[in-house]
C-alpha cells in the first residue's frame, strides 16, 4: 500500500476554474478539510459528477448507518491522484471499487486517495461500502435530518465537497415502516418489507453538495396546492390552535413568494418539486435546501399570542429561504468565500416579498430595525469583519458566518441599489441569472454585469463597502444667524479615526415644534454641505439619518432626549432610538441612565409595536448590563412600574379608541415586564398569572409563554416548590418536553446541580441540541447568577475550538453569546483580555468571534466602573 504521509496536488492553479492544462512541477501534501488549492484542481479534471446513494436508517438512534454508493464523473487525464472528501475515522470504510474493480483503500487526512492510473479519461465509477458518519445526520429518537452547510456533506458520506462541482443525487433510503421522508428529489417508487421501507427517489437537480438533504422520521404530513403548485409540508406540532392558525399561512406566504421571485427575476420556479419540514429545535430559522427546506418549527407555527413582530419573523424566514431557491440554489457562489452573497440576496429580497405578502406593515421600518442594530453589533467590536472574506480551506466556511453577511449586506445593497437605481439593479440580476443559472458566480461577475448599467465606479464602491470593515461616525455643523440656518454640513471619519469615506445617501431632518423638514444627503466625500437648510428656521434638533437608510454612528442632538415623541415618523423614531444607543455604548453624548430615563416615558406613548419591541429590548439590556448592581434595583422598579402601568392603559382596539392600541403592543410590554422583574412584589405578580394561568388583561398567554415565565421564575429562585417540575406536567408535546428537561439542571437553586451540568458540556454529546445549549447557557450566566456562574467563563473559552470543530456553523457564536453577553465587571474583561493574550497564534476568526461577543462586557466595565 503507498504510504498515507504524502499525497500531491499541484498548488499554481488559476482562481477561475480554467481546464486548461496545469504545471505539474509544485506539490504539496493532502490537508485535512477542502483546501481552495484542491477545489481548484478538482475543478479542472472533473465534471459532470453524480451520486448514487443507498442509506440504511435503523430505528434506534445509536445504531450505525449501512450505506453504499457510487460516484460518476468525467475525468480529464491529470497525473494527480484524485481526492474524495470524507471526515470520518478510517474504518467507516468498508470497501473500495474504481470503475468495477476492487482496490485497496488509501485514506489520509479526511481523504480517500485514488490513483491517476487507477482512472481514464472520460467517464469513471468509484464505488464505497461504508457506515455513514452521524456528526451531520441530527439524529433524534424517532427522526432525523441533514444540515450540511458549509462543508458537512464529507461528515456524512464520501463525495467532492465543494460548491463548484455540482451534481445530482439518486438517493434511496430505507427506514422504519412508520417513518416518512422528503428529499431534494420526488419519490420514484417505495416498497415495504419486514417493516422496514425502502423509499427511492428520483434524480436531483444539479446542486452542490451542501444542499443535498433529507428528512425522515415520525411526521405528520399534510399536502396542499397553492396557486396550483403541490407542495408537501412535514410537522411535529401537536397544538390544535398552533396547527389551525399556521398551517395556512404556511402555504400562502410560500406560493405570495414564489409568485414575486418568478416576477422579478423572469424565471420560473427552476426546480423539480418546493417541499418544506418544520423541524423541533432546527439550529436556524431555515436551510434553503432544493425540494426539502428546513425550518425551526416554532418560527412557523404561532398560536393566538403571537405578536406582529413574530408574524413578520415568520413571513420573512420564509421570504429568505424561498428566494434562495434563485439567489444560492440556482445560481451558486463558486467559494465560499462569496457566502455572503446569496445571503444578501434572500435577504434584500426577502425585504421585497414581505412588502407584498405583508402590505400592512411598514417595511422601511422592518428594514431599520431587522438590520441596522444586528450590524452594529458586529462592526462596532473590535473583532468586526468585512462582508468579504478570504478563506484558504472550506473547514473555516462556518465561521464567516454573523451579523456582517446577513445585516450589513442588505443595508450595503440598499445603498447599491440607490446608487444605480432600482430598474437597473433588477435588470441587472436577471442578466446574471440567466447567465450563471446552475452554475457558479462571483460577487465580480455580478459587479461587471452591473458596471455597464451606470457611470459610477462600482469596483471602487464595492472595495469601502465589501472589502473593508467598520463604519463611519457622522456628524453635523449647524450654523446660526439670528435665529436662521446659515449652514447645515455632515462629515464622516471612520470610527477608528481613518480617513475613508463610505460613500452614501441618508436624510437629515430638522425638527420644530409643529412640523420637520425632511432633505436628502448625499455624502460622497469627508464633508458636504446640506444647501436646502440655509435659510430656514432654527430647529429645536437636528436628526441624522432620519430615514434609516445611512449606515454609521450618526452623532446625536442631545436636545432631542426629552422630545422624541414629537418625531410622527416611526422610521425616523426607530432610526433615532438606534443612534442613542450606539452612542450610549461610545459613551458620547447621553449615559444609560440618561437614555432609561428618557425611554420610561415612552412605553405608553410609541404605539409602533416595532418600535416598542427596540424601546423594551433597550431597556432591558440597560438595566441588566449597563447599570451596577448596586443600583439596579432602582432603576428595575421604575421599569417595572412604568411597563405594567403602560400595560394596563393601553387601549381596547377599535376606531373610537385612538392612540396605541394593539394587543401586540401589550405583549410586548409584558414581555418586559417579565424580562425586568427584580422587586418582591414583581416576582409574586408574574408566580399568580403563571400559577393560575390567568394572563393580565388583553394579554394573551399560550404554553410557550407559561414555560418561559416558569424559567424566569426559576431563574430568580422564586421560593416556592417544583416550578419547573409542575410546568413539565402542563407540557403536551414531547419535544418540547425535551427541551424544558433538558434546562431543568442549568436552573436549578442549586448550585453543585449547576455545575455539575456545566461540567457536562465538555461532552460533545451533551452538545448535540444546540439551542437547548444556548438557552441554558442564557440561564446559567443570567445577572442574578454572575457570582456563582463566573468560575465557568475560562472553561467556556478553552471549548470555544472544539465547538467550532464539532457544532454547526452559528454554535461558537451564540455559545460565546449566551455565556458573555451578561457580564460587566472589570475582571471578567480582564479575563477575556487575558485569555486571547497567552493565546497569540490562536484561530483569528475565533478570535474576531470573542472579540464580537465580549463587546458589551467591554463597554459595560468602561462605562460602569
Not at 340 to 367: Q, R
Not at 746 to 773: C, I, M, T, Y
Request: hydrophobic share 40%.
Amino acid at each position: 500500500m503507498r504510504s498515507l504521509f504524502f499525497a500531491f496536488i499541484i498548488v499554481t492553479i488559476l482562481i477561475g476554474c480554467s481546464r486548461r492544462s496545469m504545471p505539474q512541477a509544485e506539490l504539496i501534501t493532502v490537508e485535512p478539510g477542502v483546501s481552495q488549492t484542491l477545489a481548484q484542481l478538482r475543478r479542472q479534471t472533473i465534471s459532470n459528477p453524480a451520486y448514487q446513494l443507498s442509506l440504511t436508517v435503523p430505528a434506534q438512534k445509536d445504531q450505525p448507518i449501512p450505506a453504499t454508493e457510487t460516484i460518476s464523473f468525467d475525468w480529464t487525464a491529470s497525473t494527480q491522484p484524485l481526492l474524495i472528501d470524507f471526515k470520518e475515522n478510517r474504518n467507516h470504510l468498508l470497501a473500495l471499487t474504481i470503475n468495477g474493480d476492487t482496490a485497496a483503500i488509501s485514506f489520509e487526512n479526511e481523504h480517500i486517495i485514488i490513483n491517476a492510473d487507477r482512472l481514464k479519461a472520460g467517464r469513471n465509477q468509484i464505488g464505497i461500502r461504508f457506515t455513514a458518519g452521524d456528526l451531520s445526520l441530527n439524529r433524534n429518537d424517532d427522526y432525523l435530518y441533514t444540515l450540511l452547510v458549509p462543508d458537512r456533506a464529507r461528515t456524512v458520506f464520501p463525495c467532492f465537497d465543494q460548491p463548484d462541482l455540482k451534481a445530482t443525487f439518486q438517493l434511496t433510503l430505507t427506514i422504519p415502516e412508520n417513518w416518512v421522508a422528503i428529499g431534494n428529489a420526488p419519490v420514484q417508487d417505495s416498497s415495504s418489507a419486514n417493516n422496514r421501507k425502502t423509499i427511492r427517489f428520483a434524480p436531483s437537480d444539479v446542486i452542490p453538495t451542501y444542499l443535498f438533504s433529507f428528512v425522515a422520521g415520525k411526521f405528520t404530513v399534510v399536502h396542499e396546492k397553492p396557486d396550483g403548485r403541490p407542495m408537501t409540508l412535514l410537522h411535529r406540532e401537536t397544538d390544535p390552535v398552533k396547527i389551525r392558525l399556521s398551517q395556512d399561512s404556511l402555504f400562502s406566504l410560500h406560493a405570495g413568494a414564489l409568485r414575486f421571485l418568478e416576477a422579478y427575476t423572469q424565471r420560473p420556479y427552476p426546480f423539480a418539486k418546493f417541499d418544506f419540514a418544520a423541524i423541533p429545535d432546527f439550529q436556524y430559522g431555515g436551510m434553503e435546501h432544493v425540494g426539502a427546506i428546513d425550518y425551526k418549527a416554532s418560527a412557523l407555527y404561532l398560536d393566538n399570542g403571537a405578536t406582529r413582530d413574530q408574524k413578520l419573523a415568520r413571513a420573512s424566514v420564509i421570504a429568505h429561504e424561498t428566494a434562495h431557491m434563485w439567489f444560492g440554489d440556482l445560481v451558486t457562489m463558486r467559494w465560499f468565500n462569496d457566502v455572503w452573497l446569496k445571503e444578501v440576496f434572500a435577504n434584500f429580497m426577502a425585504d421585497k416579498v414581505t412588502a407584498i405578502t405583508m402590505p400592512e406593515v411598514n417595511n422601511d421600518l422592518k428594514f431599520v430595525i431587522d438590520h441596522l442594530p444586528a450590524a452594529f453589533a458586529v462592526d462596532r467590536t473590535e473583532g468586526a469583519n468585512p462582508i468579504g472574506q478570504p478563506l484558504a480551506n472550506l473547514q473555516e466556511a462556518g465561521s464567516l458566518y454573523g451579523g456582517i453577511i446577513y445585516h450589513k449586506a442588505p443595508i450595503m445593497m440598499r445603498q447599491l441599489e440607490a446608487l444605480i437605481g432600482p430598474d437597473n439593479l433588477r435588470d441587472g440580476l436577471r442578466e446574471y441569472i440567466r447567465t450563471y443559472a446552475f452554475g457558479n458566480a462571483t460577487w465580480n461577475d455580478l459587479i461587471t454585469i452591473l458596471d455597464k448599467r451606470t457611470p459610477a465606479d462600482l469596483k471602487s464602491w464595492s472595495e469601502v463597502w465589501v472589502g473593508q470593515t467598520g463604519r463611519p461616525v457622522v456628524t453635523c455643523q449647524l450654523d446660526q444667524q439670528a435665529g436662521r440656518v446659515n449652514k447645515l454640513s455632515v462629515s464622516q471619519v471612520g470610527e477608528d479615526g481613518s480617513k475613508r469615506v463610505w460613500p452614501q445617501s441618508f436624510e437629515v431632518s430638522l425638527v420644530y415644534a409643529d412640523h420637520t423638514d425632511t432633505m436628502p444627503v448625499s455624502l460622497t466625500s469627508a464633508q458636504v454641505n446640506v444647501p436646502e437648510a440655509a435659510g430656514k428656521a432654527a430647529p429645536l434638533f437636528v436628526v441624522l439619518n432620519s430615514d434609516g437608510r445611512g449606515y454609521g454612528r450618526f452623532a446625536v442632538d442631545t436636545a432631542m432626549l426629552g422630545r422624541l415623541p414629537m418625531l410622527t415618523n416611526p422610521v425616523s423614531r426607530a432610526a433615532s432610538y438606534i443612534n442613542l444607543y450606539e452612542n450610549m455604548l461610545a459613551g458620547q453624548g447621553v449615559s444609560p441612565a440618561q437614555l432609561a430615563n428618557a425611554y420610561l416615558p415612552l412605553l405608553s406613548t410609541e404605539g409602533e409595536e416595532l418600535n416598542l419591541r427596540l424601546l423594551t429590548s433597550q431597556l432591558s439590556d440597560i438595566v441588566w448590563n449597563f447599570t451596577r448592581p448596586t443600583d439596579r434595583p432602582a432603576l428595575a422598579k421604575q421599569a417595572e412600574q412604568a411597563s405594567w402601568q403602560a400595560m394596563e392603559q393601553m387601549k381596547t382596539p377599535g376606531p373610537s379608541s385612538p392612540g396605541p392600541s394593539s394587543p401586540g403592543l401589550k405583549k410586548v410590554l409584558f414581555r418586559l415586564y417579565q424580562s425586568i422583574a427584580f422587586s418582591p412584589d414583581a416576582q409574586q405578580r408574574l408566580y399568580q398569572i403563571w400559577s393560575d394561568q390567568q394572563a393580565p388583561a388583553g394579554v394573551t398567554l399560550t404554553e410557550d409563554d407559561y414555560t418561559a415565565l416558569a424559567l424566569s421564575l426559576a431563574v430568580r429562585d422564586y421560593a416556592a416548590p417544583d416550578i419547573l417540575t409542575r410546568q413539565l406536567a402542563r407540557i403536551k408535546n414531547p419535544d418540547r418536553q425535551k427541551r424544558l428537561q433538558f434546562l431543568m439542571p442549568a436552573l436549578s437553586g442549586n448550585p453543585a446541580e449547576r455545575d455539575q451540568f456545566f461540567a457536562s458540556l465538555a461532552d460533545a454529546k451533551n452538545r448535540e441540541r444546540e439551542a437547548w445549549v444556548t438557552a441554558a447557557l442564557g440561564y446559567l450566566h443570567h445577572p442574578l447568577r454572575a457570582e456563582t456562574s463566573a468560575k465557568y467563563l475560562a472553561k467556556s473559552l478553552d471549548l470555544l475550538d472544539e465547538i467550532q470543530r464539532t457544532g454547526d456553523i452559528f454554535f461558537p457564536e451564540s455559545w460565546l453569546r449566551a455565556t458573555l453577553s451578561n457580564y460587566q465587571t472589570p475582571d471578567v474583561a480582564r479575563l477575556i483580555r487575558q485569555f486571547l493574550a497567552d493565546r497569540p497564534t490562536y484561530n483569528a476568526r475565533l478570535r474576531n468571534k470573542l472579540l464580537q461577543a465580549a463587546d458589551g462586557s467591554f463597554r459595560a466595565s468602561k462605562l460602569l466602573y
